[in-house]
């Protein structure tokens, strides 16, 4: 059936502020929604009230409506737009949560709006954990035994009835907040108090865990005319116990029967069947028991999911792009894959490579802290590597995670104690796979693994492979190594810094020369959706070490632009932001865009952003050769955060242009010590300060700057380690635990201006004229990071004194520093003088708020500029103020509840949301106004 013509309209929920559970993967698949609808004629409204993302942005939707996620915005938006159809499967459970919300209120029906891509009512079949088991037993279909509990009593009950170990699962929450597995009796009342309160229905599912199963999810899209195609199979490497969100895991299924698959297929097909009639996307995860291979529903999502976007990427299937046509009308017979844009939409995906999933954590932004994985999601990220065998895939996914680690092990960071080895086998956390590697190093048993993980043993074989290969380069030098080892090596994943180590007495840049010299060079190839069954022109890639290379260079000037990498806790969604329009000014100016990126939840990452598009670990190794196979006119770094910029010097050393401010200058800025003496230079205020290297200096620093310190370390993303210290004591401990997580970083003590307030300033300079994109005035006072504090845009109570100090130190920092391109300057501001903090010579996390908020184009245009395409005189820039603009910070606290929530130098939250005020009288301003009066006057 061809597209309903008669929806002309459709409004796109989005899923909010960032935070643990629900991430950018819905950015992801809203704004490829939203571009596939477009392509067929149709007017897209989108509201969203994150405004790091770009799916919020003009390019992305014909109406954008950054409004808090409510039944009120949404009457707003249907009172002022003609909307024909709401498509509520975007934006995760809270799009749909929301959507329901306002069915149940009428809204949809008053206004004559229909909802497509999902049956309504099968939402409450889906999110009411009794209502989901009901249907399974109805249509046949396995589940644990469980009982529902609404109440400290029915729990009890319950608990009596099935026997441990149990699990609690709340009803209608995200990430599996207030769940959690059972073992003993003791711990019992604890855990149904806490699911109970975490459940906005005060309801809990207690199950009878299954322990040890394994864990699969199959990505599905249904018509319709009731055709389902499986786009992916996903296999969790963690069994039943860790939450999908923090479990490692592998496409396609590595350890799945062919018998066991088709048994698993056709119970999907039915699930999806059960949840009423609708076309779009669809989540199904299993549980398998590993002795008979009985299989067991655990939960059906009919919506794109988080999974949904790492199966896009896989496979190469833009699952959220069809999902959207099927949505309006189309059956997948009728569409075609837009990869290889000659065969049919309505076939299964075919992948001949390993892909690997691994989470992203930031459990040291919460020390104190449960680290333990268990049901309730802790993840902030996540990285997807590519490779041809399950041991390329698994390496470089280690060197994608950006925690110093260069492979799986073999990089001197292993733990050799063997009592802390058990316990992690035992209790999983961030580091276990790194620990399985590190056991069987030292010889524990695999059958003594496999008991304590209940990890397949065939991923335990592999790592036990990669173990056999480290002994086995061991025995050589850079001098004799055997060709035929050092392929196998390489063909398994190890990194040049890896095979160093091993060897000894050489250097990564050594065996990069040797492998050259042997004619050992990454080949790329084409993610295509068919295992090269068909011809594709696709022009997405990734490296290995297997045979022809499938990435032709083309005679065109290129420009590559370096992602921002995981998310994580300081570096967000804000960066995908600004490389998307990064790729799309390169476009504009005529050069082919090259990105290169490990994160699958990006809009960066999407097959048809980029003129070319290298999945590829953001590592050192990994971005040379796509840079000696690509011969780029230059690289983008100032666009993907700190992960980018850190990389400018490696590429300053080895010759490769940086598109915009030099290395040098960004260095100036980047190091704290050095730039506190150009700002003594430029006569430019600044909190007192001294650098030191150990803590008898440090201590001798802060006595003559005077206390209370601010202790901070050179290059670091989000505040990371920075302290407020008030004695030698607590100065002495700050520098010691500094110098242990980041060695050989020099430390500033900054004077402390207490009760200062806090501003901030983002501009750009051509190397002619300076232009401001915004200045922004704190809530909270100095001392809160400035991602933790709400800021208002334009400030409200500086005088025009204070503003005029903002400007004249942006004016000569840029010009001193020679940016070329963007800069962010953070200020404090007391007794009316302007002190200046720091300086970061690059886009900022700010920069989408303020496009947002003032509705101008400044990547594309900051792009530009930095290509050398075009001065800002060429661009005629009007903002465009709605009133007021404040960004206010979201936490995930609920993830982490015997943490503190102080908030201080160290960045805290995960995501923000963006509100409008027209004058300072609202009473939503009042009251953020009330609260920095109060943090003045402490």
Known sequence: MPKDTSIKSVLIIGSGPIVIGQACEFDYSGSQAARSLQEEGISVTLINSNPATIMTDPVMADNIYLLPLTPASIEKILQEQHIDAVLPTMGGQTALNLAKEVDELGIWEKYNVRIIG??????????????????MVEIGIGVAPSKIANSFLEGKEAAQKLGFPLVIRPSYTLGGTGGGFVHKKEDFDAALKRGLEASPTHEVLVEKAVLGWKEYELELLRDGKDDIAVI?????LDPMGIHTGDSITIAPAMTLSDTCFQGMRDMAFLMMRSMGVFAGG???QFSVNPENEEIIAIEINPRVSRSSALASKATGYP?????AKLAIGYYLDELKNPVTRTTSAFFEPSIDYTIIKIPRWNFDKFRGSDISLGLQMKSVGEV????????????????SLEIKRMGLGCDGWEERNLEKLIDSLKNPSWDRIFHIKDAITLG???TSIQELTKIDRWFLEQIYGLVKMEREIKKYSIQNIDPNILRQAKEMGFSDFQIAHAMGQCTEDDVYAKRHELGMHRTYKMVDTCSAEFESPTNYFYSTYDGENESVVSDREKIVVIGAGPNRIGQGIEFDYCCVHGLLAAKEAGYEAIMINCNPETVSTDFDMADKLYFEPIFWEHLREVIDLEKPKGVIVQLGGQTALKLAEKLHDYGVEIIGTSFPNMDLAEDRGSFSDLLKELNIPYPDYGVANNAYEAIEVANQVGYPVLV?????????GMKIVINDEELQKAVIELQGDLPDNRILIDHFLDRAEEAESDCIFDGDEVHILGIMEHIEPAGIHSGDSSAVLPPFSFSQTVMDQ??????????????????????AVKNEKVYVIEANPRASRTVPFICKAYDVPYINIATKVMLGVNKLKDFTIVQKPKGYAIKRPVFSFDKFPNVSKELGPEMKSTGEAIYFVNDLKDPYFRELYKEKSMYLSR
């Open 118 to 135: 999902v049956d309504i009512n099968a939402i409450e079949k889906t999110e009411n954990r009794e209502e989901f088991r009901k249907l």
């Open 232 to 236: 992916c199979t996903i296999e969790n």
């Open 282 to 284: 669809c989540n199904v």
């Open 319 to 323: 699952i959220a792009k069809i999902a």
């Open 384 to 399: 997807m590597a590519i490779g041809r065998s399950f041991q390329e895939a698994l390496q470089k996914a280690c060197q």
């Open 444 to 446: 524990v048993p695999l």
């Open 712 to 720: 901070r370390p050179s290059y670091v993303l989000g505040g990371q």
């Open 806 to 827: 903002i400007e004249e130190y942006t004016f000569k920092l840029a010009k001193a520093l020679n940016i070329k391109g963007l800069m962010n300057i953070q200020f």
